[in-house]
């Protein structure tokens, strides 16, 4: 059953990428200035894009230069092609207006050609700049600051300093260079925890394995160690070989287990839900990870994918970091995470448990973010 629906679910998200396609060329058939030649070279070439990022899907397992080059063409083609759906369903938006209430110049004229040129051009520009951007904003993470406030004695007279990273998504577009600079910016922070909230894996392990790309995170510094939980993206890509490699990163995995680290503070990382859909195994309850749980602690919760805060917020949890989210990555889907999320991005106070779900470091698909800023989160928690 869960196979099949898997099936499902690839089936209609290629049956609709290829009907979004057909609808582009369509139009842009339409639009495109009268040379016959021309037009079946670009057919040509929108026929290698648009099946470019479904090629680069299917070879995650590869780690050749074949698969980086198509990896990236096809992640900022997906961007590109969702970008443009967009701007002619608005320019046909447009032309229905004009049926119904005609102030456009008529067809045949020259004024109608030059603005269906202009259209034709602006479109592709307009795109192209945006994209451009999107990719910039990318990879220039911001650092997140919050501060907290606790009742509870966590060992220390000073503040708790807490950095939260998610959605590395490490792998062919998110490489050494940009871990680098992260694990650079983190150890400047001084932390005394640095928290890696899921997904810190792409799904392409073999590219990820054979050039060591999570080398970086080796050099994290802080107080009381680096700890880490699976998000939906280590199982997808394989948790058995997704945990084999995390394991060599010098970090605390905690898979539905906890630690206690200093003298009173507890992090508890659960399993991920994705582990139940691939493989039909629930994750432990809640009231079983906190069974040997001390309530006086101050308890970290992580957990990668940020649904039921409600029902958290009834246990001795103190704060819970997520991600998962991305909080949507580009427009328009931004907004579509609000529908999905009580708390899609951002921080809330549920009862006496502080929450924070991370709009993450990396990207899922295109290396770009619109609308969405990538961040380092740094929670520091005082005492009154």
């Known amino acids: 059953m869960r196979n099949l629906s898997f099936i499902l679910f690839i089936g209609t998200f290629l049956f609709i990428y ?5 609808y582009v060329w369509l139009r842009l058939r339409q639009l495109w200035p009268h040379n016959e030649r021309y037009f079946w070279y670009f057919t040509i070439a929108y026929a290698l894009l648009a099946i470019s990022f479904v090629a680069g899907r299917f070879m995650i397992h590869s780690h050749s230069l074949l698969h980086e080059i198509i990896a990236w063409t096809g992640s900022y083609w997906l961007i590109i092609a969702l970008y443009l759906f967009i701007a002619i369903l608005l320019f046909d938006l447009i032309r229905l207006t004009n049926w119904l ?5 008529p067809r045949g004229t020259t004024a109608y050609m030059q603005l269906r040129y202009w259209m034709f051009y602006g479109m592709f520009g307009v795109v192209l700049v945006v994209v451009l951007w999107g990719h910039w904003n990318a990879v220039h993470p911001r650092i997140k600051q919050i501060t907290i406030s606790t009742h509870k004695d966590f ?5 708790l300093s807490i950095v939260a990273i998610s959605d590395l998504h490490m792998g062919s577009l998110v ?17 005394d925890i640095v928290i890696l909230a899921g997904d810190l894996l792409d799904e392409a392990h073999g590219f990820i394995f054979k050039r060591d790309i999570g080398e970086p995170i080796r050099k994290l510094k802080a107080t009381y160690g680096v ?3 699976p ?36 992090i508890i990382g659960r399993d991920d839900r994705q582990g139940y859909r691939m493989h039909g195994k629930s994750r432990k309850t809640l009231p079983d990870l906190l069974a040997n749980v001390d309530p006086a602690d101050f308890n970290i919760l992580i957990d990668h994918q940020p649904f039921h805060l409600e029902e958290t917020a009834k246990y001795p949890i103190d704060l819970q970091i997520s991600g998962h989210t991305h909080d949507g990555q580009f427009w328009p889907f931004n907004h579509v995470v609000q529908w999905v999320y009580t708390l899609p991005y951002g921080y809330a106070k549920i009862g006496n448990t502080h929450f924070y779900v991370s709009s993450g470091y990396g990207t899922w698909g295109p290396p770009v973010r619109i609308a969405t800023i990538p961040e380092i989160v740094h929670i520091v928690v005082t005492r009154p």
């Open 175 to 191: 490489g050494k260079q940009r871990l680098e600079r992260m694990v650079d910016q983190i150890n400047q922070l001084n932390p």
């Open 155 to 159: 060992g220390h007279k000073r503040p």
């Open 231 to 266: 998000g939906n993206h280590e199982y997808i890509g394989g948790i058995a070989s997704s945990e084999k490699y995390i394991r060599t990163l010098s970090l605390q995995w905690l898979k539905d287990s906890a630690v206690r680290i200093g003298n009173h503070i507890t």
């Open 101 to 105: 209430v005609p102030f456009l110049p």
């Open 18 to 22: 290829a009907l979004a396609h057909f």
């Open 227 to 229: 700890d880490a939980v």
